[in-house]
């Protein structure tokens, strides 16, 4: 009867402390959400269309992963002539594929910044629409890009592996609809480079 009683105990001291690390991997997983990540650096550029490659002399610093929307308004574009005008990206940046390890933000300018506060604009150099359903794939110039961090030094950004973010139908843009935005989600891929 002892013996049983003591199995009991093991097994469920056993469960108990299996709980506490599991609740302190979690704890765990969003502290370091919560901080900048080490973003590796890429070696090999993504395989994109010639308009997009970056030229000779520089390498990819930086890649990172963005889950967000891209943010229309409703606009007269032109006397009794309505569309929808592309306002900013508001973007989570992550450090992997699955949205795991928050890096940074994206928002207007197009501006990335780091959470270590490193921060870099971008200015369209060119674009290709890959998929007809999703924003095109760009390659931007970099302005301004400061420290310390993941993109500090920047020369060029490019976009890539885009899902979704294309603009609401023309169609469904009216007097009646002016001044209204749509938050339409979105996921994408930066690579950012520096000199080799």
Same mark, same amino acid.
């Given at each position: 009867?002892?013996?049983?009683?003591?199995?009991?105990?093991?097994?469920?001291?056993?469960?108990?402390?299996?709980?506490?690390?599991?609740?302190?991997?979690?704890?765990?997983?969003?502290?370091?959400?919560?901080?900048?990540?080490?973003?590796?650096?890429?070696?090999?550029?993504?395989?994109?269309?010639?308009?997009?490659?970056?030229?000779?002399?520089?390498?990819?610093?930086?890649?990172?992963?963005?889950?967000?929307?891209?943010?229309?308004?409703?606009?007269?574009?032109?006397?009794?002539?309505?569309?929808?005008?592309?306002?900013?990206?508001? @973007?989570?940046?992550?450090?992997? +594929?699955?949205?795991?390890? &928050?890096?940074?933000?994206? *928002? $207007?300018?197009? %501006?990335? #910044?780091?959470?270590?506060?490193?921060?870099?604009?971008?200015?369209?150099?060119?674009?290709?629409?890959?998929?007809?359903?999703?924003?095109?794939?760009?390659?931007?110039?970099?302005?301004?890009?400061?420290?310390?961090?993941?993109?500090?030094?920047?020369?060029?950004?490019?976009?890539?592996?885009?899902?979704?973010?294309? @603009?609401?139908?023309?169609?469904? +843009?009216?007097?009646?609809? &002016?001044?209204?935005?749509? *938050? $339409?989600?979105? %996921?994408? #891929?930066?690579?950012?480079?520096?000199?080799?």
């Amino acid at each position: 009867m002892k013996k049983h009683s003591f199995l009991t105990v093991l097994t469920m001291m056993t469960l108990f402390v299996s709980a506490i690390l599991i609740f302190s991997s979690c704890e765990q997983d969003d502290v370091i959400g919560s901080k900048e990540l080490s973003v590796s650096p890429r070696s090999t550029p993504p395989d994109v269309p010639s308009t997009l490659v970056v030229g000779e002399g520089f390498e990819v610093s930086s890649h990172v992963y963005a889950d967000g929307y891209q943010v229309y308004v409703c606009t007269e574009t032109s006397p009794g002539v309505y569309g929808w005008v592309f306002r900013e990206p508001i @973007a989570t940046l992550y450090a992997n +594929a699955g949205f795991h390890g &928050v890096v940074g933000t994206h *928002y $207007i300018g197009p %501006t990335w #910044e780091s959470n270590s506060g490193s921060k870099v604009g971008g200015v369209r150099i060119d674009g290709v629409t890959v998929d007809p359903n999703a924003i095109p794939w760009l390659l931007l110039g970099a302005v301004n890009p400061q420290g310390p961090g993941i993109f500090d030094g920047t020369t060029h950004i490019q976009r890539v592996n885009t899902v979704g973010g294309k @603009a609401p139908a023309a169609s469904t +843009a009216n007097a009646s609809t &002016v001044g209204d935005e749509a *938050y $339409i989600p979105y %996921t994408a #891929e930066y690579y950012f480079y520096k000199p080799e």
